[in-house]
């Protein structure tokens, strides 16, 4: 059985791949779905913190409860990013994130 | 209610009831001032007997250790400056019926004479400086209104504000004065102060600055040098004002007290020494100015100056010693006799040259006048008694007071002895002057052409004058006015002979002087003109002013342009505008962009707590 390092190093490998994905990609679905790898690897060490932190044989299901919190907002947010991602498009005509520069001070 | 609380506010419900019920109505409005003035002036005789000296207190301000106190006492000098002012304030009441009788706007001109004698009579019955203080800016504001009386006249408006902004500077000083007094005695009231003075243990530089502070004050009320120039332009004002404020009884008001603050005087040797020389110096330079004046009523301005120099002059003598005694309480005395006769005389001058402006269509050039003894005899002839009292001849009145003035400096200090002489012999020098170029020779103008005697309520106030200027300097009289319990006033010590001879000699000196010199003369037969212009004073302040003002106003504007403008207001526009301009930067306009600072923000925080947490 892999150990709770081995877990938070594949946590922090995902975490790495959806920052780096989040800082350098240019396709905002792209950029999204990186997102959803960074809350992945977050998921993943809080079910392995859950699981090596019970007492007397049984896991601390609190973590566990937390992850299922967090699926379900992140199912409502990606239904809501996906609508402003199309919306944007409608507006935009481009899923590029260099030519959204409107905000620049 | 006791009677001196009645005396002081009878002349109040005088100017109320004319101000908010009889305005409409002139004739009233005279009435009722006149009639107030008439009873304050019944009232104020039993008083003069009666050994009332407190009349009755009632604490008016209390914080912390100030308490303030509105109480009134009728002693010593009060009671006799009293009836100077109830009744010279009567006989000017009586004489305005008659010299203001056209005028539009007399009742107002009546409801300010009222508020006059209000605030007059507050100063002289005030127990304490705090409430002589309030009253004293009292009787500068009525002075104001009533010298701005005519307030179309240019000249008029611009005299007033003159007498009120040069009395404001004295009146700076008078409370600092008074603030060290509360500070070193920790009281104002003038028994109490008297008291802790007896007992010692003061600070006598102290009491000298404070002296000199209180002094200010009389400077300023008195008109005493350098802050004269207001009194010679208060002369616009209506010729019954100058007789009654600007002559016998609110410019008296600073030489009363220091009269009544002459047991601080004595123990502030310095401040009796300004208040001799500043009084001496003031009694020469108008008694200057005055012989070469051509208009009446700044003659008799300059006059009242130089006499008021006379009595700051005596009042500062309280604090030299003659035989190892204190002369305190006999200087005091003096001074305030010659207060006393000078309101007679001084205001039977101002208003027979009220009557006289009245008579010739209100001229007031002196040598425009002339041949009036003909056409006004009763008006010449108390003329020339007060003109024969202000000169010193025995026996009226201003040769006693005059005498017992310059006694004190006969015995203390030669070279004021001198001045106060030689100013003498001015006086009666320039009062003759006056007098030949008026009523001698023939009418030179239109005025005096057709000028008639004027009538007999005009009249009836010089004649009581006229008897007041004659007797009042023998010494039953100022049995009344200064009280059997003062101790009397100074006689000179030794070469008595030689003091009367000088001071007879210098006045019929000065008489034939200005009679041989200005008989039968249609003009200035030597104009002085720096004198004719007093020496320039009123010049001199506008450049000091001027120059000032200029000075105040860079200064001012070089702390609004660097300091205000450039570092306050810009500055912290520029800085605002920088800070933005660093923050901007961070708004890149890139979704990744603020992915990457967000990023940092949150390495940073972490940072921050696991540091802070180990």
């Known amino acids: 059985m892999p150990s709770l390092n081995e877990y938070l190093m594949v946590s922090g490998l995902l975490f790495a791949i959806g920052l780096a994905g989040v800082l350098f990609r240019r396709n905002i679905i792209v ?26 044989g049984l896991p601390d299901y609190d973590a566990q409860v937390l992850v299922f919190f967090v699926i379900t907002v992140a199912a409502a947010e990606v239904a809501v990013g996906l609508a402003i991602i199309v919306a944007l498009f409608r507006a935009r005509r481009t899923v590029h994130v260099e030519d959204l520069t409107s905000m620049r001070g | ?85 109830t009744l010279v304030g009567l006989l000017v009441h009586v004489f305005s019926m008659g010299y203001m009788r056209d005028d539009e706007a007399k009742a107002r001109y009546f409801a300010g004479l009222s508020l006059f004698m209000f605030s007059m009579t507050g100063i002289v019955l005030a127990d304490n400086l705090a409430m002589m203080f309030i009253f ?25 504000k003159k007498a009120f902004l040069v009395n404001r500077i004295g009146d700076f000083g008078f409370m600092i004065g008074i603030l060290l007094l509360w500070g070193s005695l920790g009281t104002v009231n003038f028994g109490e102060m008297a008291g802790r003075l007896s007992e010692g243990g003061y600070d006598a530089t102290l009491m000298n600055w404070a002296m000199v502070c209180i002094f200010c004050g009389a400077v300023g009320k008195s008109a005493q040098v ?5 009194l010679p332009d208060a002369m ?12 016998a009884t609110m410019v008296a008001a600073g030489v009363f007290m220091l009269a009544k603050m002459a047991f601080v005087i004595a123990v502030a040797p310095t401040a009796a020494g300004v208040v001799q020389h500043v009084g001496a110096l003031t009694a020469l330079l108008a ?45 005091a005395n003096s001074g305030f006799f010659h207060l006393y006769t000078h309101a007679f005389f001084k205001a039977l001058l101002f208003l027979g040259s009220g009557a006289i402006i009245y008579a010739c269509h209100h001229e007031q050039d002196i040598w425009k006048m002339g041949g009036l003894r003909r056409s006004m005899p009763a008006t010449a002839a108390t003329f020339l008694i007060g003109t024969a009292a202000l000169a010193g001849l025995p026996p009226l009145s201003g040769f006693w007071s005059k005498d017992s003035v310059l006694a004190l400096a006969w015995d203390n200090n030669p070279l004021l002895f001198a001045v106060g002489a030689f100013t003498a012999f001015l006086t009666a020098f320039y009062m003759t002057r006056l007098c030949v170029v008026v009523f001698f020779g023939e009418p030179r103008g239109g005025g005096a052409r057709g000028a008639k005697e004027v009538a007999p309520v005009m009249l009836a106030p010089l004649y009581v004058l006229a008897a007041g200027a004659v007797v009042a300097g023998f010494p039953f009289a100022y049995g009344w006015f200064i009280g ?45 003109k720096a004198l004719a212009d007093k020496l320039y004073i009123d010049e001199a302040y506008l450049v000091v002013v001027r120059v000032f003002q200029d000075a105040v106003a860079y200064v001012a504007k070089s702390v609004d342009q660097l300091l205000i403008d450039g570092l306050l207001v810009r500055g912290s ?16 306009g890139n979704l990744q962009g603020y992915a990457f600072l967000f990023g940092l923000g949150v390495v940073f925080v972490i940072y921050i707590i696991t540091t802070a947490v180990r």
């Open chain 1, 31 to 56: 950029i999204f779905m990186c997102l959803e790898i960074m809350l992945s690897a977050a998921n993943l060490s809080l079910v392995a913190f859950s699981r090596f932190s019970g007492q007397g």
């Open chain 2, 1 to 85: 209610m006791t009677t001196a609380f009645l005396i002081l506010l009878l002349p109040l419900v005088s100017a109320l009831a004319i101000l908010l019920g009889v305005k409409r109505n002139p004739g009233a409005s005279a009435l009722v001032s006149v009639g107030s003035a008439g009873l304050c002036f019944l009232l104020a005789l039993p008083l003069l007997g009666a050994d009332n000296d407190a009349a009755g207190s009632f604490t008016w301000l209390a914080v912390g250790g100030l308490r303030l106190e509105i109480g009134l006492e009728v002693g010593g000098l009060a009671r006799g400056m009293l009836l100077v002012v």
């Open chain 2, 136 to 160: 004293w800016e009292l009787v500068g504001v009525s002075s104001y209104l009533l010298i701005g009386h005519w307030f179309q006249k240019n000249s008029a408006a611009e005299a007033s």
């Open chain 2, 226 to 230: 350098p802050l004269h120039v207001w």
């Open chain 2, 236 to 247: 616009e004002g209506p010729t019954p004002v100058s007789a009654l404020i600007h002559a």
């Open chain 2, 287 to 331: 008694a200057l100015l005055a012989t070469q004046q051509a208009d009446i009523k700044k003659i008799l301005a300059y006059s009242t100056l130089s006499q008021l120099g006379y009595m700051v002059m005596a009042v500062g003598f309280a604090g030299a010693q003659h035989g190892g005694a204190a002369v305190g309480e006999v200087a």
């Open chain 2, 484 to 528: 059997g319990g003062g101790a009397g006033i100074a006689h000179p010590h030794g070469g008595k002979a030689l003091f009367l001879t000088i001071l007879i000699g210098l006045a019929l000196a000065g008489i034939a002087a200005g009679y041989l010199l200005y008989r039968d003369r249609e003009e200035e037969p030597f104009p002085l």
């Open chain 2, 573 to 588: 526009a520029r800085l605002a505008a920088g800070v933005g301009g660093l923050l901007r930067g961070m708004q890149v």
